[in-house]
């Protein structure tokens, strides 16, 4: 079927039909007239309507999602409706995406006023964040069909899977908007949709409590969000995204501080960047495995897409010291998110933190662009960028495999404990192989797409040293120093989680009875583990793709440069260069040797050696406390754990029957910071509380002595 743009508006069919290549004059013409324009360019895409796709595969959602509504009563076609019609709606979206980022910038606008134009702008920034929607919500989407199944009986599975379409369309929605009033309400819109999707298990009170943190943060980020636009629309006369283009130079050095410090901390909200983090650990576990890979792997990056957005292509990017906050709070997110996610034994809050330190180790890119590019080294902030955009697409893959590999241990042992694993790998070996690649793509072992991505930031921190500021260089050279230090505990985290998890013998009776997941859980990590691994064999074609995303926003192209054939290199040649390609045939090597020239002639199995104890059990092994216990020494001063032991005797109190050993660390984020902010909110509202009297007399006064203040107002601004 094909779907036009003039089903939609009000349009007349030959405008459409001879949709036509516009020069930027026209195009802003005719967009202020009003009328529909849009600029295309040549793409090898079979479908000659770029708009056509964009309408098309938003429509899919929405039918998708009023399906769910309308089959609720037969759960077995409700999931069918929501899902299959949003990972068919996720190809167009691939297809669209591409569409634009070998073409030209889209532009349509539906209806235009000086305060609000429903207008669609997409560039190739915003393609890439669009293409990078799509290819998760395919892989989540297939996942979905089985993973609901544990509902069944028990919630309204067309409830979410109305929900699950109209948050992606909403997300789609954000990333083209072209105006800051559509992008407010689709940005409102994205924000209560997740939040109804977080408290979805909302019988639990851990959930409830979740969602209420939650929506709570987002709403404090998007006062500032506002903020921030009204200074650019004060600048500018005009709330449309095509005005602020370049906006910075207009702007006093004052407000411009002003406004990007109110958009990273509104947009760093909703990406998790510590200390506005405090909601991410809270509602990523508490929702549904396959909304969680979906928060994790794109909404979170949509409020990085704004802060780049923000910097570089509203306000120019052209300050330092903004770069050095950025970097700053990156490297601090990266350290506190992974540092919170060693210790953590409930699998989905570790997946959780973990994503707040990926969220910084790409402000760490972001920020080194920055800086780069107001030191007047374009080259290497290009560099770092396209560094930044690799790991946006590398941990939405990664993460969301993670995600769904968590979601097919909860499915299958009703647990999210690592505690009470182990032993799965044989239980549940598909997965297990799944989940392994997620691991070793998130601790950045190659040949796997998280080792390019940190590979490529590792370098743009070292190119530091061509920095004329001796602060700035040690800066960088600290930051690479961190990123190190993440990757470290990166490696160890995640051989916990896989080690205790899937390995030995199970510790519960949730894991001894474990079982493979159905086969469109497994598909879907299978398609996201397809991708790690992509992504990191042929890193060379996605380079020089990414390149043609930078190079319009630093405004320099470096792919001639960076991707010699089959291999990366750096900037400058004194760095080297990589070849993943290469590297792969390295490590095949041996394996082959290993494998089929030195078969082994005969096969003994025996039971682990138990350091001669007569009979291993569950309770001789590693758990995953003891594993992280000497981080948790290493930095007790951080944690500040709260220790509760509980002793059991028999008969006697010189007897003890059992010990019982439970360990906590301290928030202390939310203790620290966010419980006094918290207290003097209420101890100010307790103190402007007597101004309600409850006497309609009282409030008429308050109504008069306000007219009275503004005809003041307005007779002396009239004088």
Known sequence: MRLSISTLIDINEKWIKRSRYLSREDKEHTRDTGEFTAKLGHCPILVNNVYDLLTGHLTIYLIGAVAALLLHKNNKLCTHAAFVSSSVASILGMIFAVSVITGETLSFTFMSNPIIAV?????????????????????????????VKEYFGKKDVGYLGFLYNVFIVSMTLVVVAGNAVMFLIVWELMSILSYFLVIYEHENENTRKAG???????????????????????????????????????????????AFLC????????????????????????????????MSGVMIKIGVYMIIRFA????????????????????????????????????????????????????LGVGAAMIFISSGYPEIAAFGLIAAFYHVINHAVFKSLLFMGAGSILY????????????????MPYTAGFFLIGVMSISAFPPFNGFISEWMLFHTLLESIYLSSNVVTIALLSSGAGLALTSALAAMCFAKAFGIGFLALP?????????????????GMGILSLACLILGIIPHYAVRILDSISSPIIGQAIAAELSPEHSIATIFSGFGSISTLLLVLVMLVPLTIITVLLP??????????????????????????????PIRVWLKNLYRGEQDTQMMYSGSRFVKESIKFNSHIEPIFERYLYTPIIDLVQTVSRSVKVIQAGSIHIYIAYTFAALIILLIYILVEGI
């Open 119 to 147: 207008s669609v702008y997409v560039d190739k920034l915003s393609a890439f964040f669009i293409f990078t929607l799509s290819i998760i919500v395919f892989a989540v989407s297939i996942y979905s069909i089985g993973y």
């Open 212 to 258: 209420f943190t939650y929506i709570v943060m987002t709403h404090i980020g998007t006062g500032f969000i506002i903020i921030s636009f009204l200074i650019l629309s004060s600048a500018t006369g005009s709330f449309n995204f095509d005005t602020f283009h370049g906006v910075g130079a207009q702007l006093p050095s004052l407000l411009k501080d002003v």
């Open 263 to 294: 958009a990273f901390i509104g947009f760093g909200t909703k990406a998790g960047i510590v200390p506005f983090h405090i909601w991410l650990p809270y509602a990523h576990p508490a929702a549904p495995s396959n909304i969680s890979a979906l």
């Open 312 to 363: 570089f292509d509203f306000l120019g990017a052209d300050v330092l010291w903004w770069g050095v906050l950025v970097l700053v709070a990156g490297i601090v997110s990266a350290l506190v998110g992974i540092i919170y996610a060693v210790v953590e034994s409930d699998m989905k809050k570790m997946l959780a933190f973990s994503s707040i330190e990926n969220i910084g180790i790409i402000l």
């Open 412 to 427: 299958s042992t009703h647990t999210r404990n690592i505690e009470k694993l182990g032993g799965l790998i044989k239980k």
């Open 507 to 523: 510790r519960s009776s949730h894991a001894g009875n474990a079982r493979e997941v159905p086969v469109t859980m497994l598909s």
């Open 600 to 629: 082994m002639k005969s096969k003994c199995r025996s039971e682990t050696w138990g350091c001669g104890q007569p009979m291993l059990t569950a309770r001789n092994e590693y758990t995953a406390t003891a594993f992280s216990n």
